[in-house]
């Protein structure tokens, strides 16, 4: 389905059963709610799942950018408004986690609990002119040269070799993002800097990350279980950025481990 939030059109899908605790998904820069679809069969038993196509992506629309993390915020809260819902559990894979950092600290009434996946609190300096080559690739071709050294950076070459059907999904789901969208998201991302205030986060957090992710790694996980009060960390072996795609049951484990005990 699609509400109106924030001016903006988001393509939602609400599944599980009716009453359940919710559960948001949000997911990674160049992707969709799609991600999630090996997430779904566990989480539905007991709990009910709201996966969301951040503005830019997916069936989602994609204005001019730039944007602003407080916007991509903004957009969630008036999703929640939009469909009557007051407080999340938030699952959010890197810019998906960067995402859930903005909303605990601007809007940490709206959440219940913070998963922090693959994602990191701060971008530096030095690595702004990355994302300024990134953004002046999709602007001149669009996408499509921008694939393979993305899913490099999402899999491991195992994975990539393997050539599974959850990576072809991954890979046209890239591709079909609107340059507009990608574009837009990655001058919100350039600017993160969250890392002084995460001590002031006081929700039940748990910080899970691909033992082998080069785009978010461990040390920046590291970073963010260390300065959120409370926060828990778990490493998935043989995994990369995109390890919940990548390695599904392990992944599985460590987040309803941490929504169960909630």
Not at 141 to 146: A, H, I, K, R, Y
Request: glycine share 8%; with cysteine.
């Amino acid at each position: 389905m699609r509400v109106l939030a924030n001016n903006l059109h988001v393509n939602c899908q609400l599944s599980g059963p009716e009453g359940a605790p919710l559960v948001v998904l949000s997911h990674a820069l160049g992707s969709s709610g799609i991600m999630w679809q090996q997430q779904m069969p566990a989480l539905v038993e007991r709990y009910c799942v709201l996966r969301y196509d951040s503005r830019g992506h997916g069936g989602t629309d994609a204005p001019a950018g730039p944007y602003t993390l407080d916007a991509l915020g903004d957009d969630v809260v008036a999703m929640l408004d939009a469909l009557d819902i007051e407080r999340v559990h938030w699952v959010g894979l890197s810019m998906g986690g960067m995402v859930g950092q903005n909303m605990a600290l601007r809007h940490p009434q709206r959440l219940v609990s913070l998963a922090l996946c693959d994602t990191t609190s701060r971008v530096p300096e030095e690595a702004r002119a990355t994302w300024d080559a990134r953004i002046a690739v999709a602007e001149k071709n669009g996408m499509e040269p921008l694939c393979e050294e993305t899913m490099e950076r999402w899999f491991t070459p195992s994975f990539l070799a393997e050539g599974g059907p959850e990576l072809e999904v991954i890979r046209e789901q890239f591709v079909q993002t609107p340059t507009s969208g990608y574009v837009g998201c990655c001058q919100a991302i350039r600017a993160l800097d969250y890392t002084d205030r995460l001590s002031v986060i006081d929700l039940p957090t748990q910080v899970i990350v691909g033992a082998e992710d080069p785009s978010a790694p461990l040390q920046a996980s590291r970073v963010i279980q260390e300065r959120i009060p409370g926060a828990s960390l778990t490493v998935i072996d043989d995994g990369s950025h995109l390890c919940n795609v990548e390695q599904p049951a392990a992944f599985n484990r460590a987040l309803l481990g941490f929504l169960d005990r909630l």
